[in-house]
């Protein structure tokens, strides 16, 4: 089945704000992310979406239904929580573009969502005239007790779309996961590539 996955206006993100919160919910439950998600927190993480002119949203439509979703805004805009992170790396946080997650649901994925996700971002990257993108991911140690038998890590594709871990560069933050009572805090390892 094919799906209709394309960038969504301001206004479409403002009516589809609830199910993308969702999405990231549901899909972030799964390991290695293991997210205990808040709706109001969600629809609060992604207000900023709706009023950055850099940033984008991309959709994954299954007919009206959005099953996926995609975002990236400069990196800049986090250098708050990023700045550290990038400090020793000698890098210009506003030369780079930030892909920050993306989330579909199991069924649907296999059919190039995902290459259809980061072609988005990067084209809208260097459209703005980004020279670099980037993403982070969470390290879990190998023997987790929640790690599924069989779970083979997106190393691979990434690896494929010309991205590469930046060696030193990590951040750390902070979730409660679906087993604790508090939050912890997790690192997480930055991959880029060249636009």
Known sequence: MA?????LSRSE??????????LRITVFRDWPY?????????????????TSAKAI?????????LVGASTGTPLSDHAED??????????DLARIFYCAESVLL????????????FEAREAHARDLGYLKCCFCAVIRPGDHPARPAGYAPLD????????????????????????????????????????
């Open 3 to 7: 799906l209709d996955i394309r960038p």
């Open 57 to 65: 949203v991309v959709g994954a439509f299954d007919g009206a239904r």
């Open 106 to 117: 199991p069924q649907y994925r296999g059919q190039g969502a995902g290459h259809a996700f």
């Open 13 to 22: 993100l403002s009516d589809h704000i609830e199910d993308v919160a969702r």
């Open 34 to 50: 293991l997210y205990d998600g808040d709706l109001d927190y969600e629809q609060r993480y992604l207000q900023p979406y709706l």
């Open 156 to 195: 691979p594709f990434w690896r494929k779309r010309g991205y590469a871990p930046l060696e030193g560069v990590t951040a750390r933050f902070s979730w409660k996961d679906l087993d604790t009572a508090n939050e912890t805090e997790k690192t997480l390892q930055f991959w880029m590539r060249d636009l």
């Open 82 to 91: 990023f700045a550290a992170a990038f400090a020793e790396a000698g890098l």
